[in-house]
Each structure stands twice: as structure tokens, then as C-alpha cells.
């Protein structure tokens, strides 16, 4: 695990979009599978996308199937989760993790136990 800080967050319309960044120094994310989670007020944090260069795998929670999506800027050794058609519900400060293990247990399991300030993300309805 290797300490990241999510930017970008803000507050936006129902419908529309947003894109968070996700920093890296010190390590290239190549070597990395990338995870954004959320935690919404009273509720659990839960992982919303977990995605690895190396071998192509990549982990969806059903509520953003379709709607976000990961992307990376290796220039600047940035990552990017793009969410569109954001909903009330997608609320939540969010956050990015950046670790060597299977998407599937990073987005799952989320075996962290310090997660930084995070981005604050709100969509009005």
C-alpha cells in the first residue's frame, strides 16, 4: 500500500459529471492496481472501482457499472475516476488507494486501516 490523496470533488447537479484525481509520487502507479472507494454519511465505505494495468482486470460496484470509469495520465502519474450521470446517492467523500493485490480483495475487503481526508463529492437533486 503506498498513501495517495484524492482531489477534485465538489458539488454538482444530478445528471451531470465530475472527474477526480488521484496523485502519485515517489512510485509509478504501473506497478499498482488503483482503487477508488466512497463513504456516503451513515453508511459503510464501500470500493467503487478497482482496476489493474498489469493484467487488465478491473472491479465495478453495481451501483456505477456504466456511469464511472478509470483512466491515467502516466505523464503527469496521475489517476482519474470520471463518474457520469451522477445521482444523489453517489454522495459521499471519496477516495483512492494504490496497492499490490488482486482488485477483486482491494475493492472487496478494502484491508486498510488509514484512509486520509479523502474528496468530498455532492450532487443535488
Known amino acids: 500500500e503506498v498513501q495517495l490523496q484524492a482531489s477534485g470533488g465538489g458539488l454538482v447537479q444530478a445528471g451531470g459529471s465530475l472527474r477526480l484525481s488521484c496523485a502519485a509520487s515517489?512510485?509509478?502507479?504501473?506497478?499498482?492496481?488503483i482503487g477508488w472507494f466512497r463513504q456516503a454519511p451513515g453508511k459503510e465505505r464501500e470500493g467503487v472501482l478497482c482496476?489493474?494495468?498489469?493484467?487488465?482486470?478491473?472491479y465495478y460496484a453495481d451501483s456505477v457499472k456504466g456511469r464511472f470509469t478509470i483512466s491515467r495520465d502516466n505523464a503527469k502519474n496521475t489517476v482519474y475516476l470520471q463518474m457520469n450521470s451522477l445521482k444523489p446517492e453517489d454522495t459521499a467523500v471519496y477516495y483512492c488507494?494504490?496497492?499490490?493485490?488482486?482488485?477483486?480483495?482491494?475493492?472487496?475487503?478494502?484491508?486498510?486501516?488509514?484512509w486520509g481526508q479523502g474528496t468530498q463529492v455532492t450532487v443535488s437533486s
Open positions: 482496476a489493474s494495468s498489469s493484467d487488465g482486470s478491473t
Open positions: 515517489g512510485f509509478t502507479f504501473d506497478d499498482y492496481a
Open positions: 488507494k494504490a496497492d499490490q493485490i488482486t482488485v477483486a480483495t482491494m475493492c472487496r475487503f478494502m484491508p486498510y486501516d488509514y
